[in-house]
Nanobody
Framework: QVRLVESGGGLVHPGGSLRLSCAAS????????MGWYRQTPGNQRELLAR???????IVEDSVKDRFTIFRDNAENTVFLQMNNLKFEDTGVYYC???????????????WGQGTQVTVSL
């Protein structure tokens, strides 16, 4: 059974940084693409970034200059480095495992429980 556990969220001032982690278990992590999503109240989950099994990445234009996705296959973990955070980055952040090695298999059926990020003064 695939389990994804996000961590690293919290309260941060505008302009600050956070690094989110998503630890995977019960899966051959290194074989799958992974992604990060964000959900704000009243809205659908928004795709932020994807990373291919081989490490190639796609980051959505809305956060491209500020967010970076990377992975450590030895630790079965995918990360989202978020810099220069803005009020509108507030939300719950989720990781997702694709159904294969390609970016385009995201979203798959496996989600973590989410981690809250709040950007506030």
């Amino acid at each position: 059974q695939v389990r994804l556990v996000e961590s690293g969220g919290g309260l941060v001032h505008p302009g600050g940084s956070l690094r989110l982690s998503c630890a995977a278990s019960g899966t051959a992590f290194s074989l799958y693409a992974m992604g990060w999503y964000r959900q704000t109240p009243g809205n659908q989950r928004e795709l932020l970034a994807r990373i291919h099994q081989g490490g190639g990445t796609i980051v959505e234009d809305s956060v491209k200059d500020r967010f970076t996705i990377f992975r450590d296959n030895a630790e079965n973990t995918v990360f989202l480095q978020m810099n220069n955070l803005k009020f509108e980055d507030t939300g719950v952040y989720y990781c997702n495992q694709g159904t294969g090695d390609s970016y385009f298999t995201i979203p798959g059926p496996n989600w973590g429980q989410g981690t809250q990020v709040t950007v506030s003064l």
